[in-house]
RNA sequence: GCCAGAGUGGCGGAAUUGGCAGACGCGCUGGAUUCAAAAUCCAGUGACCGCAAGGUCGUGUGGGUUCAAGUCCCACCUCUGGUACCA
């Protein structure tokens, strides 16, 4: 009695494909090429998660597909195995990183491979592999060869970098610091994200609401002196090329705003040496100034401002700059010396959490000096406040509180006039007349007033004009910013790449400041064995506790000290697809014939969570690439997807008052519960013993009353909802488990069938025993299962089909093969049970059209086709059998129904040929009897008539005279 | 607060883009098979009224456009994600 048994085919056809290398990819694609990428697992303790194979299940469907259809097909995976998580797992685990994370890889490993995906294993790499960290290294060494060429935009070996002659003449330790200013990758003293939890700084994109994004631990602001890449040079370019790819828009929005481009203007006030400069000073400055023109840097005379509304110069009625700006000393006066000090101190202690949520009221404090406006020459008051950031813009604005929020609460706080410039006109949801009396703010555009000679300016038309003006002046210029901040690119940690640089050192051992990369062909730099690579919550480096041999490498009689940061887990990451096109190549990262031959990738499949990270970073080393003439392509990834997040099954939660309320009724019930937090927010989950198990409650416990879930038979309400999987909550599904009670074709099928690829959607086990019976049936469909013997079902015979079987098998092609191109794996899935529903009420089943459906179904679950197609009598793999092909002739119908409307409302149905007349076709509809009643007595007045589709009479009602 | 996306039976979800709402699956009900059960097969299954034929209502809420609205427009509510002094 063969039943559908997927415990005896899968690792059959597992074994199978490995043996036979079934889906190698050849070194160069033969005919039309197809890069099909996963984002690469990061191979966590806890193994695979159910929302990893929804993705990859996709992409091998796709894969599958493409390969029937005669593709080249290109599928790795590898896994991303640097990084904190690692690391932390490693600490608790007491094992060294490298045999936990191996340890992690193999599990990851299997469960891959139990899953029946059909990547090319011998492509198969680890970020942390040491040829891999080889090449890591050296794009590094790229990176910090590179300079960025504004005038061109672009990257340019740092050899071509333009010294000026004045550092010429300071020497070579000059022309070297000027270099090193001027590369890719960089040191920097500014303030950077130190998180004590996790002992270490962090990258802006990895720091969420204050917190770190791993772990939830507290960030402040620190100064320290750090690695930096000049991704900020590239902002231009990654907003721009955004355009050309073929990503969800949700994702493209995601990366411009954190990319944050704004235009407006830079403008220089005149604040002279004095603190309140005089205007005869500032009339020959500004003489000065028409002839000099805008400088590129400013002096000392001036603050410099960005502003995006250069229309509202003449509404500034002060100025803000930021505590840690430069100017704060020389323009604070004697008297507020000692105001400034204690602002700025504390400003200087505020996390950026306290920066940002107590930022209800705007705080600050007047230095005594002014500045001038140099559109009007008035004199504006200088302050400092926090609501300033040093790291946008130039640190300091103009302050116009009339058409800007966040001025006017400032300005209402500390009782500053407010001049109103923009005259928003009458439009909705804006009091005229409050906005130009100052007692309210308008940032809508508008037209000019109180701003002399530019009065009667529309906003955009003034901004054109000013900015002319101010260019002729040289008192301004138009410029662009980007919220987009340098990325902060070393770690405090020992489980990263280390970064292939030394220091230099004097003969007393210090650093000199010098800098040396570490040459080519003496990479990889491999981390060294540290009896202790703990953290300890200070900012050194545990590399810094390594082997002497290690530390201080001696080259040419010089001695160097490595440099003990580690790059952060984004760095394997940003480059690994380039690398699956060539992973054994010992002379270069990737071999530029293979590299124009595979790239671009043509989809990528992965979680929407990289938006800002991963997709970003990698985007940028591609360009920087690309400059530097590495690999052939503007950007990496042509077509993203990202798949939707798959949540726990649907839980049943109180509120804490109403557990506490009914405690006996549930104890009574057996009932218990399990707290969860989310935000602030407290709910319990309701639970029931299962033998030794706590389990979630039955539906049967629960009933549903206007639209409310109750606890059954009690009033006490529940809700229902289905949250993301987590232990504490107790929804976290395991696939091995599902594999072993209902196979991994199961398990893929059912993630397919869950709902849109791209949509949020909660787990639920009996759906899978859904799917599982699916097959069971198509199973059944062909084979006998009361045999003693695998057999055919004696249903399937070797005869041809019918018009109406072949409308049937033809109909579902269609829709498979169009929906498998548009990821539509849900639908596509439904249309095949359509055929197994049809066919397995079909006495007699042609052969052809089983062998065309098991082709259909194997790429969603692949060792079930194999399993079939053989069975069915062929000798191979079915992975580059010819993909079926639809023919639309058989898909017309002898006759098709038509609904008749009356007045837009289904009044009957009606049986015609398919390519009937128009007016035949109101003719058989007036003709039918069940809508004859509704045209009696109603002339009528149109009749609309969609081919194919309906009819629909328009009918003018009589009301004297009800119908019948 | 701002910016996206979503809200469809008891549940997961379909719906060629304005043309028969609820495909497909789960669950449930009834029947067949069985000593019995599991499994399987068949039928039914949005709500309400009706013996029935049939009718009325129905895609978060309220309005609108249209012969026709889940789909388009306006206002609002709820949920999910992103973002948060970026001048």
Request: with cysteine; charged share 25%.
């Amino acid at each position: 009695m063969p039943r559908y048994n997927p415990a005896d085919i899968e690792p059959k056809w597992q074994n199978f494909w490995a043996e036979h290398e079934t889906f190698k990819a050849p070194e160069l694609p033969t005919g039309e090429k197809l890069y099909v990428l996963d984002m690469f697992p990061y191979p966590s303790g806890d193994g695979l998660h159910v929302g990893h194979p929804e993705g990859y299940t996709a992409t091998d469907i796709t894969c599958r597909f493409e390969r029937m259809r005669g593709k080249s097909v290109l599928h790795p995976m590898g896994f991303d195995a640097f990084g904190l998580p690692a690391e932390e797992y490693a600490i608790k685990t007491n094992t060294p990183p490298r045999v936990s994370t191996e340890q992690n890889i193999e599990t990851f490993t299997r469960q891959l491979k139990m899953l029946g995906f059909s990547y090319d294993w011998s492509r198969v790499l680890a970020t942390t592999d040491v040829e891999y960290v080889r090449w890591t290294q050296w794009i590094f060494t790229v990176m910090f060869d590179t300079w960025f060429d504004h005038d061109q935009q672009k990257g340019r070996p740092i050899d071509e970098l333009p010294i000026p002659g004045a550092v010429k003449l300071e020497g070579e330790q000059a022309v070297r610091l000027y270099q090193d200013d001027h590369r890719l990758a960089f040191q920097s003293d500014a303030l950077v994200n130190w998180c004590p939890g996790l002992g270490t700084v962090l990258a802006n994109e990895e720091v969420i609401d204050g917190k770190s994004e791993r772990g939830g631990h507290p960030v402040e602001r620190r100064p320290l002196r750090q690695w930096m890449l000049r991704i900020t040079d590239y902002a231009g370019r990654l907003e721009q090329d955004l355009e050309g790819l073929d990503w969800s828009d949700g994702i493209k929005r995601m990366q411009r705003e954190w990319i944050g481009r704004s235009t407006g203007a830079e403008v220089d006030f005149y604040v002279g040496r004095s603190c309140a400069p005089s205007n005869s000073n500032f009339a020959s400055w500004k003489s000065a100034r028409a002839t000099s023109g805008f400088p590129r840097k400013p002096n000392d005379e001036v603050l410099r401002i960005y502003t995006t509304r250069p229309d509202t110069l003449h509404g500034a009625t002060y100025m803000v700059i930021a505590p840690e700006h430069p100017f704060v000393d020389r323009l604070t006066v004697d008297e507020q010396k000692e105001a400034v000090q204690t602002y700025c101190d504390q400003a200087a202690a505020k996390s950026d959490l306290d920066r940002t949520e107590l930022a209800k009221e705007k705080t600050g404090v007047f230095t005594g000096s002014y500045a001038v406006n140099p559109v009007n020459g008035e004199q504006v008051p200088i302050w400092i406040a926090d609501y300033v950031l040093i790291s946008y813009g130039t640190g300091a604005i103009m302050a116009v509180p009339a058409h800007d929020t966040r001025d006017f609460e400032f300005a209402k706080q500390f009782d500053i006039s407010v001049i109103a410039v923009v005259d928003p006109g009458e439009a909705e949801g804006v009091d005229r007349s409050a906005v130009l009396a100052g007692s309210e703010c308008c940032t809508e555009q508008g037209v000019a007033v109180n701003s002399g000679e530019y009065n009667g300016l529309a906003t955009a038309e003034f901004k054109r004009r000013i900015g002319d003006d101010l260019t002729e002046q040289g008192t301004g210029k138009q410029a662009t910013n980007y919220k987009l901040r340098d990325w902060l690119f070393s770690r405090q940690r020992f489980w990263g790449e280390p970064f292939p640089v030394l220091h230099e050192l004097d003969d007393a051992g210090n650093p000199n400041g010098m800098l040396r990369p570490v040459d080519p062909a003496d990479l990889p730099v491999d981390l060294p064995h540290l009896d202790d690579y703990k953290p300890h919550g200070r900012p050194e480096p545990p590399l810094g506790k390594a082997p002497e041999d290690w530390l201080y490498p001696i080259i040419d009689g010089k001695r160097y000290r490595r440099e003990t940061n580690t790059m952060p887990q984004w760095a394997g990451s940003c480059w690994y697809y380039l690398r699956f096109i060539d992973p054994t190549n010992s002379t270069a990262f990737v071999d530029p014939e293979k590299e124009k031959a595979w790239m671009p990738v043509d989809l990528y499949i992965g979680g929407a969570e990289h938006a800002v990270l991963h997709l970003l970073y990698a985007r940028f080393w591609h360009k920087v690439l690309y400059d530097r003439g590495y690999v052939s392509t503007t950007e990496p990834f042509q077509r993203l997807v990202n798949q939707g997040m798959i949540l726990g099954e649907p839980q049943y939660h109180v509120t804490p008052e109403l557990l506490k309320a009914n405690e006996k009724v549930l104890d009574e019930r057996g009932i218990t519960s399990v707290r969860v937090e989310s935000e602030d927010k407290v709910t319990h989950i309701l639970k029931r013993h299962s033998g030794d198990r706590i389990i979630d409650l039955s539906e049967d416990q629960t009933e549903k009353r206007q639209g409310q879930f109750y606890l059954a038979g009690t009033e006490i309400p529940l809700t229902t909802r289905a949250d993301k999987m987590s232990k504490s909550r107790g929804n976290v599904v395991n696939p091995d488990e599902v594999v072993r009670e209902y196979g991994a074709d199961s398990l893929r099928l059912y993630e397919m069938f869950m709902g849109a690829f791209e949509a949020t959607k909660p787990w639920s086990m009996s759906g899978v025993d859904g799917v599982r019976k699916f097959l069971s049936r198509a199973w059944r469909m062909i084979m006998d299962e009361d045999s003693e013997d695998l057999v055919l079902h004696t249903s399937v015979q070797d005869v041809a089909a019918t018009d109406e079987q072949l409308r049937v098998l033809h109909k579902t092609i269609k829709a498979v093969t169009s929906d498998i191109e548009t990821l539509g794996f849900n639908t596509a899935i439904a249309r095949m049970m359509e055929f197994v529903n049809f066919f397995t009420n079909q006495s007699v089943r042609p052969k052809i059209a089983m062998e065309q459906f098991v082709l259909l179904l194997s790429p969603f679950a692949p060792h079930f086709g194999e399993e079939l197609w053989s069975l069915l009598g062929h000798g191979d793999t079915l992975s580059y059998e010819p993909w079926p092909r639809h023919d639309d002739s058989y898909l017309v119908e002898s006759t098709i129904e038509i609904p008749v409307q009356v007045l837009g409302r289904l009044r009957g149905k009606i049986q015609v040929a398919p390519d009937i007349s128009k007016e035949d076709l109101i003719a058989a509809a007036k003709a039918d009897d069940k809508v004859k009643p509704w045209l009696e007595g109603n002339p009528i007045i149109k009749v609309i008539v969609v081919p194919g589709r309906l009819v629909n009479f328009v009918v003018k009602v009589n009301r004297d005279e009800p119908k019948s």
